[in-house]
């Protein structure tokens, strides 16, 4: 099926319901290989108590383009429908905000949906303190059967420290920001192949953005990490450290800013050392598992660290065993 469309210099294709002043809130769902859960997500859009909206697709290369194509036709009179080749998220977000037309932005991945509050409530948010410029709020996460803040809190204010140090973690799905505020941080950064997310709201932050966020759970969070526990957990964490790197090589710090980088920094470095320590040990390369923990007790001493230190000395296979056993995630890399 071909779908009927003309050209944008940003992508390839656009249908749009005709109407004679910007929306509100533009919304913005990048679609790439969710062709059998994108329809479900429309339905949560077309199902909000609030009505100010457009929405925006991106196809970003997808291989699924014909099914998808084939899901989206019904709502083709309903949505901006842009194509583009493959540029990840970061670049279909960024495709799409520069195709918006409303004052404000509403994220959701086209695996997420919506409860029919969502946008309301977000936007009462805003209405009540207009100092605002992003909110975000809470989810139900369907993989493992809880809240996201239940797992990953929000606590305090949502600065720019708070970010850095997860003292608040923003799910990408529930945020509504200020068009006018991430095109002054930079808009998202498409060299960052995982958490361009996490970074755009960081630098958002720091641009002077006022950040609020609801405890309320107004969507459901569908979305989950390929490979195991420990794969995940270190292949997050190495991504963390890219960004916070960036973060101190690139953003205008004060003294006090750089400190928390600098501290979190060698927090994940520690982290990502155990994951990686930790895989090794299920290898059996006991000599490597120890270089890895050794490294890691240096940046953040903890007694469990101490106890595997000394065990793969003394006793490396038995040591070993408690692979299977520890394979908790640290703290926001879950």
């Known amino acids: 099926m071909k779908l009927s469309s003309t050209v944008l210099n940003t992508g390839e294709g656009r249908q749009s319901q005709t109407v004679d002043r910007a929306p509100k809130v533009s919304i913005i769902i990048p679609a790439y290989n969710t062709a059998p859960l994108i329809a479900a997500c429309l339905v949560s859009v077309f199902s909000q108590t609030y009505h100010d909206f457009e929405v925006i697709v991106v196809n970003d290369g997808s291989p699924d383009t014909p099914q998808l194509e084939t899901v989206l036709e019904p709502y083709l009179a309903r949505i901006v429908y842009l194509k583009q080749p493959n540029k990840r998220a ?28 969502h946008l309301a409530a977000q936007m009462e948010l805003v209405a009540h303190d207009t100092n ?14 809880r809240e996201f803040m239940a797992k ?12 850095i140090e997860e003292r608040c973690q923003i799910p990408v799905s529930t945020v509504v920001v200020r068009k006018s505020s991430l095109v002054k941080a930079g808009l998202f950064d498409e060299q960052l192949a995982q958490c361009d997310d996490y970074d755009m709201w960081v630098r958002t932050a720091f641009h002077g953005a006022k950040i609020g966020y609801s405890r309320q759970v107004q969507v459901r969070l569908n979305g989950g990490r390929p490979g195991s526990l420990s794969q995940s957990s270190s292949k997050m964490a190495a991504a963390y450290l890219k960004i916070l790197d960036k973060v101190n090589r690139t953003l205008p710090l004060n003294d006090s800013d750089r400190h928390v980088v600098e501290k979190r920094t ?7 050392l155990v994951e990686q320590g930790k895989l090794l040990l299920g290898q059996q390369q006991f000599n490597e598992a120890l270089d890895h923990f050794s490294e890691a007790n240096v940046l953040l001493p903890k007694p469990k660290l101490s106890l595997v230190l000394f065990g793969l000395k003394v006793a490396p296979r038995a040591t070993g065993k408690i692979f299977s056993l520890w394979n908790r995630p640290p703290r926001g890399i879950a």
């Not at 060698?266 to 990502?272: D, L, T």
Request: proline letters at 5%; hydrophobic letters at 40%; glycine letters at 8%.
């Open 90 to 117: 970061a670049g279909a977000r960024n495709t799409a905000i520069a195709n918006a037309r409303g004052e404000w932005l509403a994220f959701l991945d086209s695996d997420d949906t919506w409860l029919p509050n």
């Open 152 to 163: 990953c809190p929000s606590h305090g204010p949502a600065t720019f420290a708070a970010l």
């Open 266 to 272: 060698q927090e994940i470095r520690a982290h990502y």
């Open 132 to 145: 605002l410029d992003m909110v975000y709020c809470n989810g139900f996460r369907i993989g493992d059967q």
